[in-house]
């Protein structure tokens, strides 16, 4: 699933290509990437046709484009919001461009240029859904969403409330690192990528970890979040591609995660992998001690 860099390149294309143009049409052409839509596939469509698409925005791996209004100082009182989910794609594609095997959503617009939006979604675990926004939110956060957490890209996210909270949710800090409600934004890759770099093992219980600890694991997410957004994200797959269908290339870069028995470029070690809740954890058994209850 895409996590925040992935989805901040997506952004950072609808900002680019989308950003102010008016929806003069949409089509449904599939109704299960409207579920989160309750009202149906039709009621979509004819609410977005007409509204005028606000500055891409995000929180953690959701983004959303507010539908500016009229009257002048009002903030957007609705919002589209994107989940991308397993394999959804958001691709500004020409007109003439074919319509993609798994083309979902197509919004065009009212203007001359000539390009539309595109939901693509293979496995349609994702979708695009309207929402009302949370009273007084400038950015237009929809409400449905107001449960997560800040990011720790977000210039107000508050690094000392951070630590308190890990402490206080007696767990462990790759549990912690993906729990939504406490920090936003991190998957398995960067949690796996980020514990590598701060030498902590998967299952070090949060309650350990000191202040300054807590700092430097913050630091090593913000640094492996910001060189992947450097090079368009992680793609292990065609699943994955920008507004333009170009790949990032991260994975070349990846220090544990994917890098099962291969040399640790710390130690040597050979990388181990382990399952761990449905998923995988990568980790270096010499640089990341396993604390001593395992």
């Known amino acids: 699933m895409p996590e925040l860099p992935e989805v901040e390149v997506v952004r950072r294309g609808l900002e680019r290509w989308i950003c102010g143009r008016t929806v003069a049409g949409v089509q449904v052409l599939h109704p299960r990437a409207v579920r989160r839509h309750l009202t149906g596939p039709d009621d979509f469509a004819a609410r977005l046709a007409g509204r005028r698409l606000g500055p891409a925005r995000r929180r953690g791996k959701y983004l959303w484009l507010p539908l500016e209004t009229d009257t002048p100082g009002a903030g957007p009182d609705q919002a589209v919001l994107a989940h991308l989910g397993m394999s959804g794609q958001l691709l500004v594609q020409p007109h003439t461009a074919p319509d993609e095997k798994h083309l979902r959503i197509r919004l065009r617009f009212a203007d001359t240029t000539p390009t539309e939006l595109r939901f693509v979604d293979q496995r349609t675990f994702g979708g695009l859904s309207l929402h009302d926004t949370v009273p007084g939110?400038?950015?237009?956060?929809?409400?449905?969403?107001?449960?997560i957490a800040r990011d720790p890209l977000d210039p107000a996210f508050d690094d000392a409330a951070f630590h308190t909270a890990l402490r206080r949710r007696r767990t462990t800090v790759k549990r912690a690192l993906l729990d939504q409600s406490l920090i936003s934004g991190v998957g398995?890759?960067?949690?796996d990528e980020a514990l590598w770099r701060t030498r902590l093992h998967y299952e070090r219980p949060t309650a350990t970890l000191t202040a300054p600890r807590t700092a430097e694991l913050l630091t090593h997410i913000r640094e492996v979040m910001n060189e992947a957004l450097a090079v368009g994200g992680t793609s292990f797959d065609a699943l994955y591609v920008n507004v333009n269908g170009e790949s990032?290339?991260?994975?070349?870069?990846?220090?544990?995660?994917?890098?099962?028995?291969?040399?640790?470029?710390r130690c040597g070690t050979a990388i181990r992998r382990r399952p761990w809740m449905n998923r995988s954890s990568y980790f270096c058994p010499r640089c990341q001690r396993a604390p001593r209850a395992l």
């Open 248 to 265: 990032g290339y991260f994975d070349r870069s990846l220090d544990a995660y994917g890098r099962e028995d291969e040399p640790c470029r």
């Open 188 to 191: 398995n890759i960067y949690a």
């Open 137 to 147: 939110e400038p950015d237009g956060l929809p409400d449905v969403i107001a449960h």
